[in-house]
């Protein structure tokens, strides 16, 4: 166990519904980033937070936004939500002053229809 | 565009053998260099990560680097069933605290 937790486990929704995923940092880290897993797939880079401020992106849409929190916990909001959007979405965290290796929660399986 | 290649396999090997799994990067940038293991429908779980050329070892596992020619690799030595599993290389250049993963080789190892 990482000390990463993500909500929900599962969620189905419908196409064009619009979701939001969380994620609870490991203590001390403050850095979150998230990343969508196809099946057979490597975690492909959505957004990195640092310190509340994003710091980085992924080849993903507008449609894909996201929050850090004063307590490092993190949201993603995917809109208007698509079937390809239907993956494994993973939050890691890290603490970029003690390293950049990268813990990972244990996913949100979202499935559309 | 940064790309990390592995051989999706699957890779099968007898229990008791050694597994070896191979990743190459294309930034030459590179300092950082990740293993993880994912078992199927779980997440990715850190094993090993290695900065510089050489090896490194870590009880069954040993990381193998090689900048020049740009691969890294992981050695599982006595195998066993438990290690089935889908292996993630990941790369990150120096500060970026972003890797790239690649696709995943899967592992059979078989009794």
């Known amino acids: 166990e990482t000390g990463v937790t993500q909500s929900p486990t599962h969620l189905i929704k419908t196409r064009g519904q619009q979701v939001t995923l969380r994620c609870s940092s490991q203590s001390g880290h403050n850095t979150v980033s998230w990343y969508q897993q196809a099946l057979g797939q490597g975690p492909q880079f959505i957004f990195q937070y640092y310190r509340e401020e994003e710091n980085g992106r992924g080849n993903f849409p507008p449609r894909f936004s996201g929050l850090q929190f004063p307590n490092y916990s993190s949201e993603l909001n995917v809109n208007a939500l698509e079937l390809d959007d239907s993956a494994l979405y993973l939050c890691?965290?890290?603490?970029?002053?003690?390293?950049?290796?990268?813990?990972f929660g244990p996913g949100t399986r979202l499935l559309v229809l | 565009q940064k790309e990390v290649e592995q051989n999706s396999g699957p890779l099968s090997v007898p229990e008791g053998a050694i597994a070896s799994l191979n990743c190459t990067y294309s930034d030459r940038g590179s300092q950082s260099f990740f293993w993880y293991r994912q078992y199927s429908g779980k997440s990715p779980e850190l094993i090993m990560f290695i900065y510089s050329n050489g090896d490194k070892e870590d009880g069954r596992f040993t990381a193998q680097l090689n900048k020049a020619s740009q691969y890294v690799s992981l050695l599982i030595r006595d195998s066993q069933p438990s290690d089935s599993a889908t292996y993630l290389c990941?790369?990150?250049?120096?500060?970026?605290?972003?890797?790239?993963f690649g696709r995943g080789t899967s592992l059979i190892v078989h009794p």
């Open positions: 890691a965290s890290n603490s970029q002053e003690g390293g950049e290796t990268q813990y």
């Open positions: 990941a790369v990150s250049s120096g500060g970026s605290y972003i890797p790239t």
